[in-house]
């Protein structure tokens, strides 16, 4: 698999500073948003996103309110939410509404890198799988020598 490419949304920047470089050195393309607007207007420009960790406790637009908005605009993208203790039942609700998995903070790298690297493995496959049903589509509808 090419290397993930993956955008972290939270408003602790130092947090993300680090983590960004850390995913970078783990090869996998990360870029980063601030808050839930400014990650759902980076996502606008960045239509092959893989996976999106996502704060769930944000100033402004929350991480649920942003994970609707991710999944509507883009419903192939895996989120993976990021939460404390304290926000555990919205991280769960995030479930519920699709996110893909959930992660306790301070987060493990290693459970990071896995985590994303499963989420982007599942995006591609969904992928593949529909890009396949639009073949057998065409195919049905225009006959084998469509691709000659
Ligand atoms: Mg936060």
């Known amino acids: 698999m090419t290397a993930p490419f993956i955008m972290l949304v939270d408003d602790e920047v130092p947090f993300v500073e680090t983590i960004a470089k850390r995913l970078g050195k783990r090869n996998i393309k990360t870029i980063s948003a601030f808050s839930g607007e400014e990650g759902l207007e980076t996502l606008k420009k960045n239509d092959t996103l893989d996976v999106v960790v996502l704060d769930v406790k944000m100033p402004g637009m929350d991480g649920l309110e942003t994970l609707k908005k991710i999944k509507k605009a883009s419903p192939l993208t895996e989120v ?8 555990m039942e919205s991280a769960i609700d995030g479930m519920k509404l699709g996110a893909y998995d959930y992660l306790m903070k301070p987060c493990d790298i290693e459970e990071l890198v896995s985590k994303v690297e499963s989420a982007a493995q599942k995006k591609r496959e969904h992928e593949k799988k529909i890009e396949e049903a639009l073949k057998q ?10 691709y000659a």
Request: proline letters at 6%; charged letters at 10%; zero cysteines.
């Open 80 to 87: 993976i939410m990021l939460t404390g203790h304290a926000t």
């Open 137 to 146: 589509e065409t195919l049905s509808k225009y006959g084998p020598f469509y």
